[in-house]
């Protein structure tokens, strides 16, 4: 819900079906939301779109009624297309109308302070008893968004920071160089610094959520960003450049001291083997080891492999920080700072 806030904040009332429970496979997690304004407008999704319609009609009545509804949806053997999940699995929906505390949650989050919103999901349920035998509490905890912190105002720096706005990310874009470090070249970006880029990250919070993207190209500018970065528990450190780039950059990190689990950390040449060549195609590529990195996927085409295709989550909330790094070492938290590092 809170990835609505915008539209929702902006109606007088709506109604707003959450996704509150998951059984086998289901195409969107624990927390998906849609809403529906005051004339019929439509927000946000709780499928890949097999049960839209019947959620929709149910936030109508709900407008209307004011009374909560919690429905079911499952597969239908007999018809596949009928109201259901066609890849199997079921999925519990909460519909409600707005209220002062769901309103007051959406502000702060738009604001990017953390929230944690209780609801008691109530009302009817079709062929079972009234829920207040069996009265249950949905919490969602919402997070500031995670950060990706781009060095390097180059070309490809305005497509990575563009796909990482979409991704969900507050974007900020850092170059030392005045001329190029600007918000007209960077407009997806939410901050453009002009800063030298180790020193501005030496001054910023980070947590193990936050993305590095350096794209610079100059050992004055990457190698002591790189040091910086490799040294602090990041979800993902990433460098642009070719696998001679690369090589080199490596032996200049040993020289500034890094060590080899550290050093191991770092993603470089950045992103999948997409093939691409232009700075969106290159953009894709990175934000497409970005998604894997942060959900542990293989990078493998789905045709090609057997496991299940939406990982295991934890009450519907994927763990990036247990598989980030599957098979590298990860940094170490600040001392007394174990969620990340914020130094004056």
């Not at 939301?33 to 009545?61: I, K, R």
């Not at 053997?77 to 109201?83: G, H, K, T």
């Not at 060590?259 to 992103?271: C, D, K, Q, V, W």
């Amino acid at each position: 819900m809170r990835e609505l806030a915008d539209a929702l904040l902006a109606w007088d009332t709506f109604a707003v079906a959450s996704v509150v429970a998951v059984r086998g496979s289901a195409p969107r997690e624990i927390g998906a939301a849609m809403a529906v304004g005051p004339g019929g407008q439509v927000v946000g999704s709780v499928s890949g779109g097999c049960v839209e319609g019947a959620v929709y009609e149910l936030a109508l009545q709900v407008l209307a009624t004011g009374q909560p509804v919690l429905e079911s949806f499952g597969y239908s053997d007999d018809d596949a297309f009928a109201v259901g999940l066609t890849c199997g699995g079921e999925l519990d929906v909460f519909v409600q109308r707005d209220t002062p505390e769901i309103r007051a949650a959406l502000r702060a989050a738009r604001e990017g302070r953390p929230v944690s919103l209780r609801r008691v999901i109530e009302g009817p349920r079709a062929g079972l008893p009234p829920l207040a035998e069996t009265e249950r509490v949905f919490s969602e905890t919402w997070r500031p968004q995670p950060r990706l912190l781009v060095f390097g105002a180059i070309d490809y720096a305005g497509a990575v920071a563009e796909i990482g706005r979409f991704l969900g990310y507050q974007v900020t874009v850092c170059d030392a160089r005045p001329i190029f470090a600007t918000p007209q070249r960077f407009p997806a970006a939410h901050e453009v610094v002009v800063d030298w880029p180790h020193r501005y990250l030496a001054s910023t919070c980070t947590d193990s959520r936050t993305a590095v993207c350096v794209l610079t190209h100059d050992p004055k500018f990457d190698v002591p960003v790189l040091v910086e970065a490799l040294r602090r528990p990041l979800a993902f450190v990433g460098a642009l450049g070719s696998r001679r780039t690369h090589a080199e950059r490596l032996e200049r990190l040993r020289e500034a001291g890094l060590a080899e689990h550290e050093l191991a950390r770092l993603r470089s040449p950045i992103g999948l083997d997409l093939g691409g060549r232009t700075p969106e195609e290159t953009a894709v590529s990175i934000a497409a080891e970005l998604v894997a990195v942060r959900h542990g996927g293989s990078g493998s085409p789905l045709s090609s492999v057997s496991s299940p295709i939406h990982k295991e989550t934890h009450h519907g909330v994927d763990l990036p920080e247990r598989r980030r790094d599957e098979g590298r070492p990860a940094a170490l938290a600040a001392a007394g700072d174990p969620a990340g590092v914020c130094r004056p």
